[in-house]
């Protein structure tokens, strides 16, 4: 198994990709650690797009806590079910209550989106493990107010929500926390990189048994 | 409902980050039609990557091959499941093989990808319909086929696999055949890319009753 491929012919792709990636992206990730490259090399390979060598920040602490909170079969807990799809190889639980009643009933409540809620539903349950924010800045904004609260207590964050409106803010705020995270700086980000950088994290505490 | 947001505060954000997308990319998109300039802002929408305005190529006729098949109920088939968790507002069925134990006994038998065995499975049970390729070129490559062989019969395809292998030369077959396509040229595409052009033409065919 290699990057998610579990055919000799997958397999031979993601090995040809993987070199293709490591040669147009090597010399601006020297500054990491294998751990952090390999992470940042299986987003540039799963979005094809090698900006993200350049985006990608990781805080000092991020890889250790994820993996070890991934080798403690934590929950992880994603903001959209798409993420959820695409994280398979993971033998804890994948959460996602974007579709839970509780959260419907609170973003009406609350007047807040859906994502948001999802976390405040996810905290109220006492959630604590990897939270993996792919797609909504209101989810990530929702993430650090309960952190600094202190009304939720989780291990790392994912945060590389998408878009024009607050994703770049939202994710400028993550690195003024004291949480482990990574984060896309900018606009940019989404599933494929939050689902790369999981699985990623995944295949590594495997390694590192 | 708008580009997916069921909350106020989630439409408020769609509504701003489109005015700003228009404002980005207008003029690169001047010379599409009205739908066409939907689903282009709405996957630089999804991706805050306004380099898709450009990549992005429309066939004629596949908005309207397209729209009729979302009309007439017919299934939507994609690649993987992160896909089909991200359309989420089809009334007829989206289908995703990658994980059915006879493309699992396929993919081995004929040493090909998993991906690419799940077009062949839908193509043996009859699939008809849109098939939306968000990840594997050899997918795409195998749709190609038996639509060639007159094996399968489809409507139109959502063209968009992502990387370094392939990608960028399987979009460029399918640009080459008869079959009304969307993709975007080069390795760039992916998942939110392709569950953004969907969304997008099941909006148009609601708008469009």
Redesign the interface.
Known sequence: MFMG??????QD?AL??RE??RS?ISDKIDHLSTEEKSIVERIV?????VEYAELCHISSGFVECSIESIKSGKDILTDI??V???I?KYSGEVKCFINHPETIKM??KE?????AAAIGYAAEYGFKGIVVIGNAP?ALYKVIELVEEGIMDIESVVGVP??????AESKDALEDTQIPYIITK???????VA?AAVNSLIQLSKDNL
């Not at 491929?5 to 997958?10: H, N, V």
């Not at 998408?162 to 994703?167: I, L, S």
Request: charged residues 15%; glycine residues 18%; hydrophobic residues 35%.
């Open positions: 491929a579990s055919t000799k012919q997958g792709i040809k990709s293709i990636v147009l390979h799963s979005t094809a797009d079910n798409m959820r799809a695409g398979n973003a009406k007047g807040i989106t859906r994502a209101t998408v878009g024009f409106v607050g994703a900018g606009p940019k980000g989404g599933t494929p689902v």
